[in-house]
């Protein structure tokens, strides 16, 4: 990504809420732990994200999960 790039937050956060509630649905099924993710990965990006955080970071961040 170039510095020029223009960060598309609303991308970024459909991506991000897509990831999140794959997640949340298999969320205490037999045989599926999905908690630790959760917790460690995605709800620290969200609380970045709901608190107004905005870097390039972040961007990467939510790009980021799978």
């Known amino acids: ?3 020029e790039t223009v960060l ?3 991308k970024a956060k459909a991506h991000f809420d897509g ?3 794959i997640y949340q649905d298999t969320e205490g099924q037999p045989g599926v732990n999905t908690t630790l993710a959760l917790r460690l990965t ?3 990006i969200a609380v970045r994200y709901n608190t107004g955080e905005r870097t390039r970071e972040l961007y990467e961040d939510m790009l980021g999960v799978q």
Do not use: A, N, S
Request: hydrophobic share 25%.
């Open 8 to 10: 598309d937050w609303e």
């Open 1 to 3: 990504m170039t510095p």
């Open 42 to 44: 995605f709800d620290p």
């Open 19 to 21: 990831y999140r509630k």
